[in-house]
């Protein structure tokens, strides 16, 4: 195995230990945390949808 593997198979023993340490807060927080309205929703969605259009086209005018 080259060092190409050893830094893969380090990268994926960081990712998981990252996400093992984050999961029970994570789950905690969708537990006990405040749902959003649809207005709320409504108000972020808007925003992203026009980010990604900009990107598409950004894309498309290559």
Do not use: C
């Not at 999961?23 to 207005?39: F, N």
């Amino acid at each position: 195995m080259g060092e190409d593997m050893w830094l893969k198979i380090g990268s994926a023993l960081l990712l998981g230990a990252m996400l093992a340490m984050i999961w029970p807060r994570a789950r905690l927080m969708m537990q006990e945390g405040r749902k959003g309205s649809g207005t709320e929703w409504k108000a972020a969605l808007i925003p992203l949808l026009l980010v990604i259009g900009f990107v598409i086209l950004l894309i498309l005018s290559l």
